[in-house]
Each structure stands twice: as structure tokens, then as C-alpha cells.
T-cell receptor, first 111, second 116 residues
Framework: QKEVEQDPGPLSVPEGAIVSLNCTYS??????FMWYRQYSRKGPELLMYTYSSGNKEDGRFTAQVDKSSKYISLFIRDSQPSDSATYLC???????????FGKGTKLTVNP | DAMVIQNPRYQVTQFGKPVTLSCSQT?????MYWYQQKSSQAPKLLFH?????FNNEADTPDNFQSRRPNTSFCFLDIRSPGLGDAAMYLCATTSNSWGSGADTQYFGPGTRLTVL
């Protein structure tokens, strides 16, 4: 079993839809959870950063972490064509220097 | 202002011809990483530096080497590139203050390597 599992998609939605992206993981020592957005041929950029369980909201983006289920989610409200990108989940143990990434989900938002 | 800079953005080399990719950062972060990312795959960590301490991943081929002459710069050397080494190479940095709420891993724009 991979440490982090993420459905690669692709996922295609109409503009304005609510998008739900998810990752599961097996290592209960992970404490910090991130979502990165990566546009084609660019480096990943950090979208959301969450410590331990709970929700975090930033504009149209909401990150959820459920450590009991080892499950994290990213919700995008009122999705826009500019949200079309690959979304990578990533996580790290406290005291570690190494992120563990999911494979990424490719999202297309159609106008 | 760019915080993690990678040069060149695109690199073409010939099979077996050594190539060096560079990364610089203006964040004064003490940890720097090199990742390899192939199409539709997650970034794969090759190695990282914690200050001057080099940490190689167990499955990184010997063909890949790295140098960090100072805090700001880090280089990836591919001694004899093969066709399978064609990929995007990403540099990232962090201050490794996980838990402070202020730190995370910042990526550069990447260098796309083509091997002919």
C-alpha cells in the first residue's frame, strides 16, 4: 500500500461547480497536510496548509483533515476555468524534512 | 519577487553528456530539495540538504549528484543522462520550522530536461 493515495482523475466539471478532491494515507504519524496546485509545465504552488485534524478555509478553498479516518479533502467552491490544474496533496511527519506527495488529480473547469 | 529561481527553465542535452541544473533562493532557508517529476506523476525526491548535510534517497541513482556551495545555491549534476532521465526537475526550500505555522516548502518553476 502506498503511503498516500490520490485518484489521478482526470476530473472535468462545469464552471461554478463545487469540486471535491481527496487523498487517503496510511502513516498515522503524518501531522501536517498540504495541497499544492500545479499548472502545466510549472512548479507546484502551495494552496492550503493544515496542522492535524480540522477545517481551514481560504476564500473559495476549504481543506479538511480527518486523522481518525486518515483522509484529507480539498473543496473548491464556485470553480473557475483558472482553477484548471493538477492538485497534489502532500503530508509530512513532525520533525521530518520530507514531504510525501500523492500522484495528483488533474482538474479541468469548463467555461 | 521570485523566491526560488531555477536555471535554465529548459535544458536539452545529448545522451551521456553531463548537465548541471541550478537553483537559488532568496529566502535564506536552510533546507533545499531536488525532485524529479515525470509526466502525470508525483514529484519524486532525489536528495536534500539540511544546511550542509547531504541526504540521499536510497533509490536515487548514482548518476545524480548535488552540490550546495552556500545557503543560497544548490546544483543538480546528472553525470551521464539517459533517455529515462528526461523529466521536470524541481527545486524546493523550507526553513523546516514545521509547527510554527509560518513555514512550508516553496518550489521553483522547474527545469524541463530533454535528452536526445
Amino acid at each position: 500500500q502506498k503511503e498516500v493515495e490520490q485518484d489521478p482523475g482526470p476530473l472535468s466539471v462545469p464552471e461554478g461547480a463545487i469540486v471535491s478532491l481527496n487523498c487517503t494515507y496510511s502513516n498515522s504519524a503524518f501531522q501536517y497536510f498540504m495541497w499544492y496546485r500545479q499548472y502545466s509545465r510549472k512548479g507546484p504552488e502551495l494552496l492550503m496548509y493544515t496542522y492535524s485534524s480540522g477545517n481551514k478555509e481560504d476564500g473559495r478553498f476549504t481543506a479538511q483533515v480527518d486523522k481518525s479516518s486518515k483522509y484529507i479533502s480539498l473543496f473548491i467552491r464556485d470553480s473557475q476555468p483558472s482553477d484548471s490544474a493538477t492538485y497534489l496533496c502532500a503530508m509530512i511527519q513532525g520533525g521530518s524534512e520530507k514531504l510525501v506527495f500523492g500522484k495528483g488529480t488533474k482538474l479541468t473547469v469548463n467555461p | 519577487d521570485a523566491m526560488v529561481i531555477q536555471n535554465p527553465r529548459y535544458q536539452v542535452t545529448q545522451f551521456g553528456k553531463p548537465v548541471t541544473l541550478s537553483c537559488s533562493q532568496t529566502l535564506n532557508h536552510n533546507v533545499m530539495y531536488w525532485y524529479q517529476q515525470k509526466s502525470s506523476q508525483a514529484p519524486k525526491l532525489l536528495f536534500h540538504y539540511y544546511d550542509k548535510d547531504f541526504n540521499n534517497e536510497a533509490d536515487t541513482p548514482d548518476n545524480f549528484q548535488s552540490r550546495r556551495p552556500n545557503t543560497s545555491f544548490c546544483f543538480l549534476d546528472i553525470r551521464s543522462p539517459g533517455l529515462g532521465d528526461a523529466a521536470m526537475y524541481l527545486c524546493a526550500t523550507t526553513s523546516n520550522s514545521w509547527g510554527s505555522g509560518a513555514d512550508t516548502q516553496y518550489f521553483g518553476p522547474g527545469t524541463r530536461l530533454t535528452v536526445l
